[in-house]
């Protein structure tokens, strides 16, 4: 199955999701990372690995004009399903509408709590023994599409968000490529 992976920054989960596809029995491939952030870190990475990569700046053509574009790559480069990877705007209905049930993200929270931004502050705040990260399908509605799975982490005393958030990427890392798999075999 071909996978089109969008980011906006450092991509260190659109790296786990690609080594994840070098091993010999993973059911997807990466065809494309695509970027709204021409100097994201993980567009040059993937770039590097020999995947097509693709940014547009939605800045001066406005969204509707900017997710044609995005939709017209990444059915150019035959891409079956979607995967959301630090990607930092808002998709519009039409979009989601577009890749229905084939828009895939991950989120550092163990939804239905935490959805937007912060999690791991708002987490401490409250008070939480446990955080961790969620992979769901993306419809309209923010970080509110079924769960696929989640991975959980303690959360200790003395952790800040800094602390926290890097317990989390570890299991983020390992739990994108498994139900990223799941689903598309699904
Ligand atoms: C991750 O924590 C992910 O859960 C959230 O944004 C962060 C992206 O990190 N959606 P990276 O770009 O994958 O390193």
């Known amino acids: 199955v071909k996978v ?7 991509g260190s989960n659109m790296q786990a999701l690609v080594r994840a596809a070098q091993g010999s029995d993973c059911p997807y491939e990466v ?14 990475w ?6 097509a990569t693709f940014s547009l ?14 939709t017209a790559m990444l059915r150019h480069a035959e891409v079956e399903v979607v995967a959301l990877a630090g990607y930092m705007r808002l998709l519009s209905d039409r979009f989601v509408g577009d890749w229905r049930g084939r828009i895939v993200n991950i989120h550092p929270s163990l939804l239905p709590k935490y959805k937007g931004l912060d999690t791991h502050a708002r987490a401490i705040a409250a008070g939480d023994a446990v955080a961790g990260c969620s992979v769901h399908v993306v419809t309209e509605e923010l970080d509110a599409g079924a769960v696929l799975g989640q991975a959980e982490v303690p959360i200790h005393p003395g952790d800040d968000a800094d ?4 317990r989390v990427l570890i299991e983020e890392h390992r739990l994108y490529p ?9």
């Open 46 to 51: 993937a770039a590097e690995q020999g995947i």
């Open 178 to 186: 498994r139900i990223l798999s799941e689903f598309v075999r699904s």
């Open 4 to 10: 089109g992976i969008l980011l906006s920054g450092r």
């Open 57 to 70: 700046s939605p800045k001066g053509i406005g969204k509707p004009a900017f997710e044609a574009e995005m």
């Open 163 to 166: 602390s926290l958030a890097a």
């Open 31 to 44: 065809v494309l990372v695509a970027s709204d952030k021409p100097d994201a870190p993980g567009l040059a």
